[in-house]
């Protein structure tokens, strides 16, 4: 997928269109795993749909849930949607940094093998 450390750094324009793919796609996720916790919020706890984005939200900006569930399995569900939205978190920042954090890298390669 990324040019290997033997070749030069992609131009600026190639680059740009790389990270934009990239957070493209965690944007992607983060919408997805939104819808995820919305409809889950709404089938467990019967929440319309303006308070089942808020708790999904909240607990995907790391805030925790503004409404406390009150079944035993929306407890359930707002447990395992929270330890889910924290590895999205992860995932997210990765997607996103990996691009520029290889650019780094590889410049760094590049430039030390090409004075060789």
Do not use: C
Request: no cysteine.
């Amino acid at each position: 997928m990324y040019e290997s450390k033997n070749k030069p750094p992609i131009p600026h324009r190639l680059f740009a269109k790389r990270v934009a793919l990239h957070a493209v796609i965690a944007i992607g996720l983060l919408l997805l795993s939104l819808a995820i916790g919305m409809a889950g919020y709404m089938h467990y706890e019967q929440l319309a749909w303006r308070d089942a984005f808020l708790n999904s939200a909240m607990l995907m900006g790391g805030m925790g849930p503004v409404d406390a569930p009150k079944t035993d399995d929306g407890k359930i569900f707002a447990g395992l949607y929270a330890l889910y939205a924290g590895l999205v978190f992860i995932v997210t920042v990765g997607l996103v940094l990996t691009p520029i954090v290889h650019r780094i890298m590889h410049k760094f390669h590049w430039q030390q093998d090409s004075q060789a």
